[in-house]
């Protein structure tokens, strides 16, 4: 296969495409990754009650831990693994850019992508297969 395949050629035209296009991957990037910490910062301030850790800080057992929750601990999880495919999805946006900016050359307008349109949806059940996939091998 290596002998079919020009190499050289191939990393050469990465190595230019990465250094061409670096602003635009970051651009892309950039809108999901900021409500993404967005996000956590309000999930984080929902579910914790962090005057409850200072109070426990020296007894650092479970029990103790669980106290400093507003909500029980499988609300906590259900809410918190929503949030978690919530950011997965918009990560996947961002590769879905990514593919389209490296096949096609579709170079999307705009300082903020946030892109939740059919490729982001494909790409995000393919990484969701691939995530249960794992997880059954695991």
Not at 56 to 83: Q, W
Not at 94 to 100: G, L
């Amino acid at each position: 296969m290596s002998q079919k395949l020009p190499v050289g050629d191939v990393l050469n035209e990465a190595v230019q495409f990465g250094l061409h296009r670096w602003s635009t991957v970051l651009r892309f990037a950039l809108g999901p990754i900021l409500v993404s910490m967005l996000l956590f910062v309000v999930v984080a301030a929902v579910l914790l009650e962090p005057s409850s850790f200072v109070a426990n800080s020296d007894d650092a057992t479970l029990e103790s831990m669980k106290d400093g929750l507003r909500f029980p601990m499988s609300i906590t999880v259900l809410i918190g693994g929503l949030a978690y495919l919530f950011v997965i999805f918009l990560l996947c946006g961002v590769m879905a850019s990514m593919y389209r900016l490296v096949a096609l050359g579709e170079d999307r307008r705009g300082f903020f992508q946030l892109r939740m349109d059919g490729p982001a949806k494909r790409v995000f059940f393919a990484y969701l297969i691939l995530m249960l996939l794992n997880f059954a091998i695991w």
